[in-house]
């Protein structure tokens, strides 16, 4: 699919774009001083032959900026970028004492030897089990022991259940205790779907933004995004957005594919905001029956969707029922002394030990745990975050809030005839013109990255907001990346290269791609951006850093 990539840090237009054409990884060679007389007469155009056409476009990607070229693989970059967060909590946890936050610590068997590799990892890996760590590291080693732990989704955990039960059976449990292996494990497990998250990214904005260049401004900032630190701490961040990012794919590519029901599924045991990932999947079959309408597509669509649909809340119902089963009855359950006894020290509810007063969501008539674990544990309602003891934590929220809501009002007021019809029906051929494929495609993920915000900032706790957008949104990423490559920014960079001879006459490689890597030298050469572009970087690199640091020493972050 060929999409066009007009100018403009909004979804609106802008004047059309001179562009090279590159296909396939090779470079298009051009003479330097006709490269640059063209951009400032930004008249001249081509196409972009690297994945289909679209009625209508005529524009395609602009060319790296520079003809100084840092070329790294993704996979590279993405492990690079995880191995950069762990030497960072590492160094943090030993210079910084941990707060005492108050908050749950996972109950352990003190008098359990100590295994030789324990002290290892808890000093090279320390920082990386605080906050909800605590919880997953816990359900892995113990299962949903206590009540409140049932605001946290069984599909990572469990990953880690499995293969720590799997390596108990040899030697290497000799060496190291089961927590100690479940955060080995939780690191290593999260750099590979952080890795997969990349690519996935990688694929689903090369589709929607119809711009390799766009494309690689969008990874390079996920790989250093500001919610960095939840990433490759032992929460379920990256494995949720490798997910989502690939049902986002595969909505677009092929809605209707029996396939997809597989990322969809896990993404919904993952995080409970995956069940809003099931929107792309019936958006896009609609759209699909509005583009190809007949009584026989209408009939195969709709079959294929509610087989789609019947599996994956299948799996969805099995978690529920087990989680009635945990709590809804009174049965023993042999948990460990120390459990126990953290249980009654707390007061926290114990499975297995119902009472008329505990689990009053079990007499519900649908028994779902989930907003009542967030309610009674967490005070998570409607408004009850605004206190003004709260106000750093939506200090913290601001930048994400108001990166993504001004772009998502800029998209709806330039395009509002469209997103009043949903991108399904005709609308004036004025308007239709006005529009680039990326405008016709993104509707969708607009609504969806503007409901979660204000999801975040009305019902949750707002500090959560960043993280939230940066596991389940690619609209962040690609709402930044428009700031790096609109027309505007890069013809000005460009000039700024030229008279300060960074960029010299006869050049000709400043067209090449290289497939599946990404081109570092515009997020590196910072003395050519302008302010904009300036403060989106330091946001970014800002969070990473001081959110590991804080993160790792149990202070409050996002």
Same mark, same amino acid.
């Given at each position: 699919?060929?999409?066009?990539?007009?100018?403009?840090?909004?979804?609106?237009?802008?004047?059309?774009?001179?562009?090279?054409?590159?296909?396939?990884?090779?470079?298009?060679?051009?003479?330097?001083?006709?490269?640059?007389?063209?951009?400032?007469?930004?008249?001249?155009?081509?196409?972009?032959?690297?994945?289909?056409?679209?009625?209508?476009?005529?524009?395609?990607?602009?060319?790296?900026?520079?003809?100084?070229?840092?070329?790294?693989?993704?996979?590279?970059?993405?492990?690079?970028?995880?191995?950069?967060?762990?030497?960072?909590?590492?160094?943090?946890?030993?210079?910084?004492?941990?707060?005492?936050?108050?908050?749950?610590?996972?109950?352990?068997?003190?008098?359990?030897?100590?295994?030789?590799?324990?002290?290892?990892?808890?000093?090279?890996?320390?920082?990386?089990?605080?906050?909800?760590?605590?919880?997953?590291?816990?359900?892995?080693?113990?299962?949903?022991?206590?009540?409140?732990?049932?605001?946290?989704?069984?599909?990572?955990?469990?990953?880690?259940?499995? %293969?720590?039960?799997?390596?108990?059976?040899?030697?290497?449990?000799?060496?190291?205790?089961?927590?100690?292996?479940?955060?080995?494990?939780?690191?290593?497990?999260?750099?590979?779907?952080?890795?997969?998250?990349?690519?996935?990214?990688?694929?689903?904005?090369?589709?929607?933004?119809?711009?390799?260049?766009?494309?690689?401004?969008?990874?390079?900032?996920?790989?250093?995004?500001?919610?960095?630190?939840?990433?490759?701490?032992?929460?379920?961040?990256?494995?949720?957005?490798?997910?989502?990012?690939?049902?986002?794919?595969?909505?677009?590519?092929?809605?209707?594919?029996?396939?997809?029901?597989?990322?969809?599924?896990?993404?919904?045991?993952?995080?409970?905001?995956?069940?809003?990932?099931?929107?792309?999947?019936?958006?896009?079959?609609?759209?699909?029956?509005?583009?190809?309408?007949?009584?026989?597509?209408?009939?195969?669509?709709?079959?294929?969707?509610?087989?789609?649909?019947?599996?994956?809340?299948?799996?969805?119902?099995?978690?529920?029922?087990?989680?009635?089963?945990?709590?809804?009855?009174?049965?023993?359950?042999?948990?460990?002394?120390?459990?126990?006894?953290?249980?009654?020290?707390?007061?926290? %509810?114990?499975?297995?030990?119902?009472?008329?007063?505990?689990?009053?969501?079990?007499?519900?008539?649908?028994?779902?745990?989930?907003?009542?674990?967030?309610?009674?544990?967490?005070?998570?309602?409607?408004?009850?975050?605004?206190?003004?003891?709260?106000?750093?934590?939506?200090?913290?929220?601001?930048?994400?809030?108001?990166?993504?809501?001004?772009?998502?009002?800029?998209?709806?007021?330039?395009?509002?005839?469209?997103?009043?019809?949903?991108?399904?029906?005709?609308?004036?051929?004025?308007?239709?013109?006005?529009?680039?494929?990326?405008?016709?495609?993104?509707?969708?993920?607009?609504?969806?990255?503007?409901?979660?915000?204000?999801?975040?900032?009305?019902? %949750?706790?707002?500090?959560?907001?960043?993280?939230?957008?940066?596991?389940?949104?690619?609209?962040?990423?690609?709402?930044?990346?428009?700031?790096?490559?609109?027309?505007?920014?890069?013809?000005?960079?460009?000039?700024?290269?030229?008279?300060?001879?960074?960029?010299?006459?006869?050049?000709?490689?400043?067209?090449?791609? %290289?497939?599946?890597?990404?081109?570092?030298?515009?997020?590196?050469?910072?003395?050519?951006?302008?302010?904009?572009?300036?403060?989106?970087?330091?946001?970014?690199?800002?969070?990473?850093?001081?959110?590991?640091?804080?993160?790792?020493?149990?202070?409050?972050?996002?």
């Amino acid at each position: 699919m060929r999409m066009e990539s007009n100018g403009g840090s909004s979804g609106g237009t802008s004047p059309k774009r001179r562009v090279n054409a590159v296909g396939n990884g090779k470079s298009h060679q051009r003479h330097q001083h006709h490269h640059h007389q063209q951009y400032a007469n930004n008249q001249t155009q081509s196409t972009v032959p690297d994945g289909g056409t679209d009625a209508g476009s005529s524009t395609a990607e602009l060319p790296p900026s520079s003809g100084s070229f840092l070329h790294i693989s993704i996979i590279k970059l993405a492990l690079g970028s995880r191995l950069l967060v762990v030497a960072l909590q590492f160094v943090a946890n030993q210079l910084l004492p941990d707060h005492d936050a108050g908050v749950f610590i996972a109950p352990r068997d003190m008098n359990a030897p100590e295994r030789p590799l324990d002290a290892l990892v808890r000093f090279t890996l320390g920082g990386l089990d605080r906050w909800d760590g605590q919880y997953f590291l816990h359900i892995a080693e113990h299962g949903y022991t206590y009540e409140n732990t049932l605001a946290f989704f069984p599909l990572f955990p469990f990953i880690l259940k499995i %293969v720590s039960s799997a390596l108990n059976s040899y030697d290497v449990v000799t060496f190291i205790s089961y927590r100690e292996l479940s955060l080995v494990l939780a690191v290593l497990f999260n750099m590979v779907c952080f890795v997969g998250a990349a690519k996935a990214l990688y694929r689903l904005s090369k589709l929607v933004l119809g711009s390799k260049k766009k494309a690689e401004i969008a990874v390079l900032l996920f790989c250093f995004n500001p919610a960095s630190i939840f990433f490759t701490a032992t929460y379920t961040e990256s494995l949720y957005a490798w997910l989502s990012f690939a049902v986002m794919y595969q909505s677009i590519e092929d809605v209707t594919s029996i396939f997809i029901t597989i990322p969809l599924s896990l993404s919904i045991l993952s995080r409970s905001n995956g069940m809003i990932n099931i929107g792309f999947v019936l958006y896009f079959a609609v759209r699909r029956i509005a583009a190809q309408y007949n009584f026989h597509n209408v009939i195969c669509i709709c079959s294929r969707l509610f087989t789609m649909l019947i599996i994956v809340l299948f799996h969805y119902g099995i978690a529920q029922v087990y989680n009635y089963y945990l709590f809804c009855f009174v049965q023993k359950f042999n948990f460990p002394e120390h459990v126990r006894e953290y249980a009654a020290e707390h007061g926290l %509810v114990l499975a297995g030990n119902k009472t008329d007063e505990s689990s009053p969501w079990c007499t519900n008539l649908l028994p779902l745990s989930y907003s009542y674990v967030q309610s009674h544990y967490w005070n998570v309602g409607f408004l009850r975050y605004y206190e003004i003891k709260q106000l750093p934590n939506f200090l913290l929220a601001i930048p994400a809030v108001f990166l993504t809501l001004s772009n998502c009002y800029q998209y709806l007021q330039d395009h509002w005839e469209y997103a009043a019809r949903l991108g399904l029906f005709h609308v004036s051929k004025k308007q239709f013109k006005t529009m680039r494929p990326y405008d016709r495609l993104a509707l969708v993920f607009i609504v969806h990255a503007l409901l979660l915000t204000l999801v975040s900032l009305l019902f %949750v706790h707002v500090q959560v907001t960043t993280r939230l957008l940066c596991a389940a949104s690619p609209v962040l990423y690609w709402f930044a990346a428009e700031y790096f490559t609109g027309e505007r920014a890069f013809i000005k960079r460009q000039v700024i290269r030229k008279l300060s001879k960074q960029v010299k006459d006869g050049d000709e490689n400043s067209c090449t791609h %290289v497939i599946n890597h990404v081109d570092l030298s515009d997020l590196l050469d910072i003395r050519c951006m302008n302010w904009q572009q300036q403060a989106i970087l330091l946001y970014f690199v800002g969070y990473t850093v001081v959110g590991t640091i804080l993160f790792s020493n149990f202070y409050p972050w996002t």
